[in-house]
């Protein structure tokens, strides 16, 4: 099983970017998918996740900015990102709780992608 992420790059602040997520490999069921960030000197955080019914969850600092989606058909989660803040500079990482085909469960990550926001 293995994620691979997509997006990012350097924005100016107020613009937008859009990240995205496949999931692929042995997999019996994914549950939660989300994205993390982690800037530089600062420890990982949740930015969005969405569970496999589409309830969200967003962290304070970007509710009305940002959007997480999923498509569970094609095994992809997505970050929409409006109102990019010069804050919002971080390398970007996808994750997702999946059960693979021998029914083993646990948290997979994508490569990390960064988002550069200048001011």
């Known amino acids: 099983v293995q994620l691979q992420a997509s997006g990012g790059g350097l924005v100016q602040a107020g613009g937008s970017l859009r990240l995205s997520c496949s999931a692929s490999?042995?997999?019996?069921?994914?549950?939660?998918m989300g994205w993390y960030r982690q800037a530089p000197g600062k420890q990982r955080e949740l930015v969005a996740s969405?569970?496999?019914?589409?309830?969200?969850n967003y962290r304070d600092s970007v509710k009305g900015r940002f959007t997480v989606s999923r498509d569970n058909a094609k095994s992809t989660v997505s970050l929409q990102m409006n109102s990019l803040k010069p804050e919002d500079t971080a390398v970007y990482y996808c994750?997702?709780?999946?059960?693979?085909?021998?029914?083993?469960?646990?948290?997979?990550w994508g490569q990390g992608t960064l988002v550069t926001v200048s001011s």
């Open positions: 994750n997702a709780d999946i059960l693979d085909l021998n029914y083993v469960a646990r948290q997979y």
């Open positions: 490999g042995r997999i019996s069921r994914i549950n939660d």
């Open positions: 969405i569970s496999n019914d589409g309830r969200t």
